[in-house]
């Protein structure tokens, strides 16, 4: 069997059974050809990784093998017999499972109800309460998770290792043959990654085929037999791992030097524009740090470290209960978050659709939003002016939309984030707070953002830059805050940093005694 | 962007054709209830005759349209202008029957100078200005009470004007003297505001026999409110703000809306559009009762969904209220000249109310499917 794919394969070879054939798979979207003609066979017995850039395919391809998406051309068959699109029930019957990042539980309904929701044990009608125990309590030890996921909590009490566990436990028990993990160890301690190891190992030597997808190289080295590599859109190679190494999975992967992916060029520092001082709040102790006009500061750590809240508490959309926010040299006191921003602050929140636009608004309405009253005379909205900033800010930012009067809910992604950036350039901020600005948008809007990020650092303004991908961190940022728990546990400056010196301070002493709890953060952080 | 997508999100009423503007300027939402409205008339003019039905003729008449039609839609018209705000910015306003009753007990009271504030010699008797607007400001201040509830006491809108439906209810008959009735039959001044006419006088030439009675002083009211109000949500600031508290809350507080202060206001607004309702109710029915308001919330909120307003705010229109107000009229109107006792009528509007919810919500799933299909492609 070959392992480079190539688009037309000779005779195909015989497979084993339990493969999960994947034939010339494409998918479109209207800004991106997602997929072009990827070919690969998923083996029973085999942990396979795929790895990219965001923006690559795996997400895609992850969708379309669990039947959420119909590829625009293309087969998936197992045992010989084609899967048919887009139904993720076809896919769990043939015993395909996803685990997503974000796994959906229920919040209300304890562990044992999660796992086997749909496939309840009943008696006379009713919750066989006692079977149903006995039934997660037996499979939980069975897989030496009865420490690791307590059978009596609720949904929303479990963190994020243990919503994975879940979902992986719904998997097991329904008999999966093809299991896919998506970024499984993003938010997971050391401890509970080595666990999650020897589980997929042991799955692997009962048969099960697993797909591995992740960021980590190292993990993926240490874990998997194979590695994929998707580059925009396209399947580059599939080599075993024994044959490759970091420099090679990402020479591979970005397809260039990693350094001319980010075309950070600093024009130099100026005066200090933000400096916070023993910032104290429900979710932080003693957070100091400072932002100089013409730098872009990244905030690195893990989910629920508190990056997210740390900004809404100093754009006054979270409470602080002690320390100094001091603006250009002046102790400012903000409580709401148009006190921000008339103190010329701005905030793109990480989830557009839920904090940062008004969907079923248009483009024009949202990118003037956060100056309306400056465009006011007597209250009455000076509409000339109005389309007159809001179509600067738009062509600047090259904004695709049929017209300003548009829904920005039906934009695509990448535009809809530029339609909040625009918002916020129109606001001319000394301090502009980016809050994971790249999530979930297509690779050619990305790159235009990380220039865009350059260009406004360049011409003066003190850039807070969160994100969890480390590459975008490590490529755009002049200075580097890790951030856990609750803290900034160190600063880097940007010649000094790599993701080993992030990950170290983002990870240390996690498990010991902090203000709060990552998990309680990252449920209160939810709602602002 | 590829050119499918140009095609497909662009909006076709943006695109040349006279025609094409008009539908742009009335709205392709508001056009249907245009057609509802054509629909409504040929029944209740046509269609019923054929059934045996009789009296439908008289519905083309000056007598009908200017003194029944368009003076029956008056009160719940205003209420429902109002709560139209409300809805958009996503919440609702439950106690405008109520907050009606209580401007119409105070302005009849102030008038007249008896009952709590009537007798409490601060305001003068019998001047008809000072008592229109006494009876705005109470609706202005319940509003303000129930906006307080809303945003420091953070109770969901829908249990807060649940209650104060109930107290503002009670606190009317505290208002009226021993809990009775404000007669102002002997007013004329403020009886006006309901029995006179604009125009009394011209000489129309009759059409169809019909003859020409002016203009009533109530339709004029109402269409000055709901010119105002539609300047207010469409060129200024609150009005945006409203639209965007209603597409989304959190992101417009990120986006600098102050929140707590617009949504105050908006119920300061809402109450006292329905304390002028309430205002012209003691005038039409010549008295400050407390019980003048009753069951208006009912017809306002559901001309306001039939008017397109979405249920879970963001999007809507004074002018769609304004044409829903009319239908609902019509409906009214022609079940009257038809001769249906008003327990059909009640039973009618009820199902109304949810049959305009229930096409509103089916086009909100629509539009909510369209967004996620594209969103999910980028």
Redesign the interface.
Known sequence: MTDVASSHPPTPPPVKPGTLEIRGISKAFPNVQALSDVSLDIRPGEILAFVGENGAGKSTLLKIINGDYKPDAGTLSMDGRPLTFPSPYVAHQSGIRVIYQEPEIIPGVDVAENIWVGELPKRFGLLDRRQLNQQVERSLKEYGFEGALPMHLLGDELSSAQRQLVEIMRALKSGVRVLALDEPTSSLTDEEVDRLFALVRRLRGEGVAIIYVSHRIKEILRLCDRVAILRDGNLIAVKPASELNDAEIVRLMVGRELSSVFQRRPAGTGHEVLRVEGLQSNWHDDVNFHINAGEVIGFAGLVGAGRTELAKVIFGALPKTGGQVILSGQVVTIHRPDEAIARGIGFAPEDRKREGLVPVRSVLENASMAILRQLTRFHFVRKGLERMVATRFVERLRVRTPSLEQEVGKLSGGNQQKVVLARWLAAKPKVLILDEPTRGIDVGAKVEIYHLIDELANEGLGIMLISSELPEILGLSDRIYVMQNGRITGELSGAEATEEAILGLAFTDHLSAAPVGSTASQQKGSTI | ??E???KQ???PA?RGGIIKRVVGVIGTDNLSLIFALVIVVFLVTTVSGWFGLSGGDKFFSWQNLMNSLAQAIVIVGLVAIGETVVIIAGALDISVGSIASIGSVVAASVLVGVGIIGSLGILPVGNVVIAILAGILAGTIAGAINGFIVTVLRVNPIIATLGTLAAFAGFAFLLAPDGKPVGVMTQPAFTWLAQGRFLENIAIPSLGGAKWTGIPVLTVILVVVAIAAHILMS????G??I??IG??A?????????LSKVRVLMYMLSGGIAGLAGVLLAARTTSGNPINGNGIELQAITAVFLGGA?TSG??GTIAGTFLAVILVGILNNGMNLLGFNTFIQRVALGFLLIAAVAISQWRQAR?EN??TR?????
Not at chain 2, 235 to 238: A, E, G, L, P, S
Not at chain 2, 250 to 258: E, F, K
Not at chain 2, 374 to 378: K, P, S, T, Y
Request: proline share 0%; net charge positive.
């Open positions: 962007m590829s499918s997508q140009t999100t662009t909006n943006r060129y200024t600031d609150f945006r703000s639209y965007a597409g989304n959190t992101a417009a507080r990120l986006a600098g809306i102050n979405a963001g999007k539009a369209a967004r594209i969103a999910n492609a980028g």
